[in-house]
T-cell receptor, first 117, second 111 residues
Framework: NAGVTQTPKFQVLKTGQSMTLQCAQDMNHNSMYWYRQDPGMGLRLIYYSASEGTTDKGEVPNGYNVSRLNKREFSLRLESAAPSQTSVYFC????????????????FGPGTRLTVL | QKEVEQNSGPLSVPEGAIASLNCTYSDRVSQSFFWYRQYSGKSPELIMS????GDKEDGRFTAQLNKASQYVSLLIRDSQPSDSATYLCAVIGNQGGKLIFGQGTELSVKP
């Protein structure tokens, strides 16, 4: 079991460039999440997917789009990167038990360090 | 007011001492509380979850929850240098069950 995997591990972009961050989990989890982490800010939710075929905005969705490709994969796209999007991005997944969304443990991927120049 | 607040630290304790990490939250209807540990350059990992008022113990770790005071804490007994990390408090908010994280407290355990 690899758990949650993310690619790439590091990326440098120029302002205005686009890219997609990939995330996959092999734990048969229903829910997946994208967070960004900035110094002194903790983790902030960008988008989440409660189940295959659904996506919802989190706290900081502007400038991002997501796709839940199937149950395993959840990608995050930056259409036109900006320096304010320089951050560490974490993908996470959890198994949602009936009637108690969000109480399950979230398992995190290793992160992608993105720099936008 | 932030939804989940922690002292950013750093909190420095000597090896063998008890480290006490604190967290307050603003949403009175929050039901689920978590402590994550994050080593520098690594991803967060869950170390404790607590749902009911009182104490929950797991090895050297004890989580304490007081819903009336909107306060959750983590005690680490017999602190080891390997416990040096940032500890993130997280709460299930009232917005569809999403986790809300505090900014984290950096703990340093000195040999």
């Amino acid at each position: 079991n690899a758990g949650v995997t993310q690619t790439p591990k590091f990326q440098v972009l120029k302002t205005g460039q686009s890219m997609t961050l990939q995330c996959a989990q092999d734990m048969n989890h229903n829910s997946m999440y994208w967070y960004r982490q900035d110094p002194g800010m903790g983790l902030r939710l960008i988008y989440y997917s409660a189940s295959e075929g659904t996506t919802d905005k989190g706290e900081v969705p502007n400038g991002y789009n997501v796709s839940r490709l199937n149950k395993r994969e959840f990608s995050l796209r930056l259409e036109s990167a900006a320096p304010s999007q320089t951050s560490v991005y974490f993908c996470a997944s959890s198994e949602v038990r009936s009637g108690r969304f969000g109480t399950d443990t979230q398992y995190f991927g290793p992160g992608t360090r993105l720099t936008v120049l | 007011q932030k939804e989940v607040e922690q002292n950013s630290g750093p909190l420095s304790v000597p090896e063998g001492a008890i480290a006490s990490l604190n967290c307050t939250y603003s949403d009175r209807v929050s039901q689920s509380f978590f402590w994550y540990r994050q080593y520098s350059g690594k991803s967060p990992e869950l170390i404790m979850s607590i749902y009911s008022n009182g104490d929950k113990e797991d090895g050297r770790f004890t989580a304490q929850l007081n819903k009336a005071s909107q306060y959750v804490s983590l005690l680490i007994r017999d602190s080891q240098p390997s416990d040096s990390a940032t500890y993130l408090c997280a709460v299930i908010g009232n917005q569809g069950g999403k986790l809300i994280f505090g900014q984290g407290t950096e703990l340093s355990v000195k040999p």
